[in-house]
Structures are given as C-alpha cells and as structure tokens.
T-cell receptor
Framework: ELKVEQNPLFLSMQEGKNYTIYCNYS?????LYWYRQDPGKSLESLFV?????AVKQEGRLMASLDTKARLSTLHITAAVHDLSATYFC????????????FGKGTRLHILP | DAGVIQSPRHEVTEMGQEVTLRCKPI?????LFWYRQTMMRGLELLIY????????DSGMPEDRFSAKMPNASFSTLKIQPSEPRDSAVYFC?????????????FGPGTRLTVL
C-alpha cells in the first residue's frame, strides 16, 4: 500500500526566512504533485513533477523530486505572509490506476 | 474553461434528511473523483469514475453514501439518511487521464453541515 508522509505537519515561520517541506513516499513512483489550499478554499495545483531530478519553480516556491530516495521537497525562499496555506503532496500509485494518494498536508503559517 | 463546478456551495440539513451534492467536471476530462475533507481525517477519496463508470468505491464510508455519473458532464453524491458525522467539505475533482500524468483539478467544494 502506498503511503505518503509529509513533514512537518505544522510550521510557523518568520517572514524572510527559508524553509523546506518534505514529502516521503513508500513505493516506486515517478509522478508527484504539489497542491496548495488556502483556508476555506479548494486545492490548487502548484507543481507536477514527472521524472527523477525534476525541478519546478514559481516565485518563492521550488519543488524537486528524487525518485531514488522517494522524496520530494518544497522549498520556500524568503517567505512572505501570502504564502500561508496548507500544502499537500500527492503521488501516483505504481500501477497508475489514475488514483493519486495525498499526504496529510503541511499547514504553513508565516508571521509578519 | 469554467473549471470544475459544484453545487450547492453550502448545505445545512437535519439528521435523517437526504442530501445530494452535484458536480460538473471539466469538459474533456475522463476521470471524476469525490473527496471528503475534515479536520480529523484529512482528505479522503470516496469514489472515482472513468468514462462514467465507477472504478473504485472502497472509500465510501457506508451504504448511506451513493454516487452516480449518468453522463460525462454530471455526477452526484447522495447521502441518505444524513448524520451529524457526515459534516465535512466535499470536493469533486477531475482529470484528463493522460498517460503522462494525473493532475487533478478540484472544484470549490460543498460545505455540508448536518445538525
């Protein structure tokens, strides 16, 4: 059974600081997704990572994928308050039955 | 594209009543997913469809829950009878079923409160 673990689950940080959210998964997969959810809102797709070594960046967020380590990271550079949200990673199951497995999410709170 | 459309956005009902949630996927998407989100249990996949056919309903909590997809542009999730523990946000999502990747696009959700 594919398991997806994120850490930390809660993170409070100061504006201007850098930090990384980690997403580990338990079986082979080369497709990983990051989503953002603002309080009271829906999930919004941020990044789609499709191969080992893939790196995607948008603004202060950068996501990477290491399929050999079964690890993806979401790095936040010089955090700003607007990035406060819950971030989910999700992984394709190995048999690619089109169901993706979500982690529990990382609630990020950026203090001004 | 209008994105995934869900209705109603909010529903308040009393225990024992029937509740029907509706979803219109993005045009051209072959897959439709129903999720439930609560603080305690997080995001749970309830059921998903491919080309209007239910593929996996193992996440449906009880027989009180049922889902249908009569055509490519409409799906319903029904709870009958509803109970207070069904209170949650229910999301519908759709994807193209592209063999390259399975990016899912989520609707705005329906916030259900069962009193």
């Amino acid at each position: 059974e594919l398991k997806v673990e994120q850490n930390p689950l809660f993170l409070s940080m100061q504006e201007g600081k850098n930090y990384t959210i980690y997403c580990n998964y338990s079986t082979t997969s080369d497709r990983l997704y990051w989503y953002r959810q603002d309080p009271g809102k829906s999930l919004e797709s941020l990044f789609v990572l499709l191969s080992n070594g893939a790196v995607k960046q948008e603004g202060r967020l950068m996501a990477s994928l290491d399929t050999k380590a079964r690890l993806s990271t979401l790095h936040i550079t010089a955090a700003v308050h607007d990035l406060s949200a819950t971030y989910f990673c999700a992984v394709d199951r190995e048999n690619r039955d089109d169901k993706i497995i979500f982690g529990k999410g990382t609630r990020l709170h950026i203090l001004p | 594209d209008a994105g995934v459309i869900q209705s109603p956005r909010h529903e308040v009902t009393e225990m024992g009543q029937e509740v029907t949630l509706r979803c219109k996927p993005i045009s051209g998407h072959d897959y439709l997913f129903w999720y439930r989100q609560t603080m305690m249990r997080g995001l749970e996949l309830l059921i998903y469809f491919n080309n209007n056919v239910p593929i996996d309903d193992s996440g449906m909590p009880e027989d009180r829950f049922s889902a249908k997809m009569p055509n490519a542009s409409f799906s319903t999730l029904k709870i009958q009878p509803s109970e207070p523990r069904d209170s949650a946000v229910y999301f519908c999502a759709s994807s193209r079923g592209d063999p390259a990747y399975n990016e899912q696009f989520f609707g705005p959700g329906t916030r259900l409160t069962v009193l």
